[in-house]
């Protein structure tokens, strides 16, 4: 759910707009950016914002639509931790404590070794996540008045598809704070909700293996990766992350594949944008 | 240790160092600005990991796995929709391995 930096709103791209709003919503970001960069800390824009009821009710609606590409999502997970053993007390745990959709497909898909690898799992989530770095700095702006208590309850809220959601009501003009916690609460209770769903209809399916449902994590990746695609600039990171992750997972033991090859794409993908 | 607790450690862990991830963004932000490469580098890494996963089962297990992939790429651009794609690709990867 994560989502990502001005970078992959997973689900979002399961929206069906056509002409999606997040390219603007970049641009206003770089802007945003720049204004503080000038000015330092002290933005006109945070002196209006304010934090309602009513901003986060407005939040909630128009992340109605969302939520439930959300679910769809939410169930595959839930279907694919039964798979992973995980019980449905574990499964809710993870999605109603993490809320981070790709870091907790990647989890389940290390879950199987025994014992379990623990800092693997926990190194790797983190690096999944590391994206929500730059979506909590780009909210510095709106919540920089504000008690700092709102922001850090907020920003557990913030996934792909509610920050994607806050920044496009903030650029039509809007000023309240408490949008990004409805809408984030609406994802969440979604994505709990479905996750209870999805972990209980996976109890009837048995023996995965047979019905090429251990496939099934790949294909939740390979269709995620789809809605990442931005182009042409994507083809050396990704090539690169590809050729070490099979060069690595040969070679290496264990799960390392997933971090060397993880961390050789993204580098190179880092160095050949700069230019 | 007890599978059931490390499943509980691994659980807490993640939590711990995701709201970090969310946490920490804003709390950076008042003390410096991210330089543009750390930016584009923070920007590169989920579509990186994700490739990394599935590449040694896509490119080097067998065809059925490769032409799998290669239908839920064709389902996911053109429906736009998670859940369809994987339940095509795992259809895809059973009539495959059959055949």
Aim: no cysteine.
């Amino acid at each position: 759910m994560e989502h990502i930096g001005a970078n992959i709103p997973e689900k979002m791209r399961f929206q069906r707009w056509k002409s999606s709003p997040l390219a603007t919503i970049k641009g206003i970001i770089a802007v945003q950016r720049a204004d503080l960069s000038e000015s330092g800390n002290t933005n006109t824009t945070s002196e209006r914002a304010t934090f309602t009821l009513s901003g986060a009710l407005l939040g909630a609606r128009r992340a109605i639509p969302l939520a439930l590409s959300v679910s769809a999502v939410g169930f595959a997970f839930g279907v694919l931790a039964h798979q992973a053993k995980l019980d449905v007390v574990d499964a809710v745990l993870m999605s109603g404590l993490v809320f981070a959709g790709a870091s907790q497909f990647v989890a389940l898909s290390l879950w199987g070794a025994m014992p379990l690898p623990v800092a693997t799992i926990i190194l790797t989530t983190f690096i999944v996540n590391l994206r929500h770095l730059l979506m909590g700095a780009s909210l510095r702006p709106w919540f920089s008045r504000l008690p700092p208590w709102k922001a850090y309850i907020s920003v557990f809220f913030m996934v792909d598809e509610s920050w994607a959601l806050t920044m496009g009501e903030f650029a039509a003009g809007g000023r309240d704070a408490a949008f990004l916690l409805g809408s984030g609460m609406i994802l969440f209770i979604a994505w709990v909700s479905s996750t209870v769903i999805g972990q209980t209809i996976g109890a009837f399916i048995n023996n995965p293996a047979q019905w090429g449902l251990d496939f099934a994590f790949t294909a939740v990746f390979t269709a995620l990766l789809v809605g990442m695609w931005k182009g042409k600039s994507n083809i050396l990171p990704w090539a690169v992350a590809a050729v070490v992750a099979v060069a690595a997972a040969h070679w290496l033991p264990g799960k390392w594949y997933i971090i060397l090859g993880g961390a050789a794409g993204s580098l190179v993908g880092a160095l050949s944008d700069a230019k | 240790m007890q599978n059931e607790t490390l499943t509980l450690i691994a659980i807490m862990g993640m939590a711990l160092v995701t709201y970090a991830t969310r946490a920490g963004g804003f709390w950076l932000m008042s003390l410096v600005t991210p330089s543009p490469r750390v930016e584009a580098w923070l920007k590169q890494i989920p579509g990186a990991v994700l490739v990394a996963i599935i590449a040694p089962t896509v490119l080097a297990s067998s065809l059925a796995e490769t032409l799998a992939a290669l239908a839920t790429v064709l389902v996911a651009i053109r429906t736009k929709n998670v859940l369809i794609a994987m339940v095509v690709g795992v259809a895809t990867v059973w009539v495959l391995r059959r055949v």
